[in-house]
């Protein structure tokens, strides 16, 4: 990941030393910002490399004197026989620039910060490296009261799909959108009925407008990226027993994304400021309450246009 520094009318090398042990090679990544213009290169060094070598190395690549630069490791000037430390943005400055990186503090409490985030990702997982940066700066602001953060593999902007442990509730972090979840219900719609015959039903089917004159936003999905979704089992994912026990590929299942709808943004709009905790975790979790019936209502709507279907191959289709 590149460390983003902007700069204006400044020259200097921002460096994040990545270490594969798989190929014994260090692989460290340069962004170059000189005059608003950013390049990024790619050099190669020894498993423990001294400053030096990474200097020298670097050098090369820039076609500029080792002599006339320093690497810097959180505001210190690392001897040229010192051993790079691992995990670290190192910064090469050319003797007529000001070192503008971290600070030794900033570097504690750096480390504070990526003690107490976790990111759930993996090889076939991609998660884009400023929602990363917005979950460290969330925790970064709140170190008194953030113990824990743990960004799961949907993880995206703002940051969403994050799980946090505080000792007070922070309600900018759930904004509006309190109590957004996943449901997923088990349905009697044969997983062979095509998709044409979807849409005939489902033509029939408003989501954005409720059924109770009372609460006109139960029942309804609401905007952004909130769906109902009827999906098929694929057979030859690796599934638990437990899991092919719940999830038979003979019927589809219907997933529903949703939250609060405007609810939210009334309970965050009293409660923003933070003064009364009590108060909003009372409202928040009536709303999560509120939010899990939702679902479940958006799904009865759903599946109602399915009852009394007559498909060939199958059983008949209902919730």
């Known amino acids: 990941r590149f460390t983003k520094d902007h700069q204006v009318k400044t020259s200097y090398i921002n460096a994040f030393v990545d270490f594969r042990s798989d190929f014994l090679v260090i692989a460290m990544f340069l962004e170059v910002t000189k005059n608003t213009n950013r390049s990024c290169v790619v050099v190669k060094?020894?498993?423990?490399?001294?400053?030096?070598?990474?200097?020298?190395?670097?050098?090369?690549?820039?076609?500029?004197?080792?002599?006339?630069?320093?690497?810097?490791?959180?505001?210190?000037?690392?001897?040229?026989?010192?051993?790079?430390?691992?995990g670290v943005s190192v910064w090469l400055v050319y003797d007529n620039e000001v070192y503008q990186g971290p600070s030794a503090e900033e570097s504690d409490i750096d480390r504070e910060v990526k003690s107490r985030v976790t990111i759930l990702d993996g090889e076939d997982v991609w998660i884009d490296p400023e929602a990363i940066e917005q979950l460290h700066a969330v925790v970064r602001s709140s170190l008194d009261n953030i113990s824990q953060a743990v960004g799961m593999p949907d993880l995206h902007h703002g940051p969403t799909g994050v799980a946090i442990l505080s000792k007070r509730p922070i309600p900018k972090l759930p904004g509006y959108d309190i109590g957004c979840g996943m449901a997923l219900f088990a349905t009697r719609i044969p997983s062979s009925l095509s998709r044409d015959a979807v849409a005939r039903r489902m033509s029939r089917l408003d989501l954005d407008d409720g059924e109770d004159p009372a609460d006109p936003h139960m029942g309804t999905i609401g905007g952004g990226n909130h769906f109902a979704e009827l999906l098929r089992v694929d057979e030859s994912f690796p599934m638990s027993e437990e899991a092919r026990e719940l999830l038979d590929p003979r019927f589809a299942v219907l997933l529903v994304h949703s939250g609060s709808r405007g609810h939210g943004e009334r309970v965050f709009a009293a409660h923003a400021d933070g003064a009364d905790p009590e108060g909003y975790m009372r409202d928040h979790m009536s709303l999560v309450d509120w939010a899990r019936r939702n679902r479940a209502a958006i799904a009865r709507r759903f599946l109602a246009q399915f009852h009394g279907a007559d498909e060939p191959g199958g059983d008949e289709p209902g919730g």
């Not at 423990?48 to 630069?69: D, G, H, L, M, Q």
């Open 45 to 86: 060094v020894g498993e423990t490399p001294t400053a030096r070598e990474v200097t020298i190395a670097a050098c090369n690549k820039f076609r500029t004197k080792p002599s006339k630069c320093a690497l810097y490791c959180f505001g210190r000037a690392l001897d040229p026989d010192e051993i790079v430390p691992k």
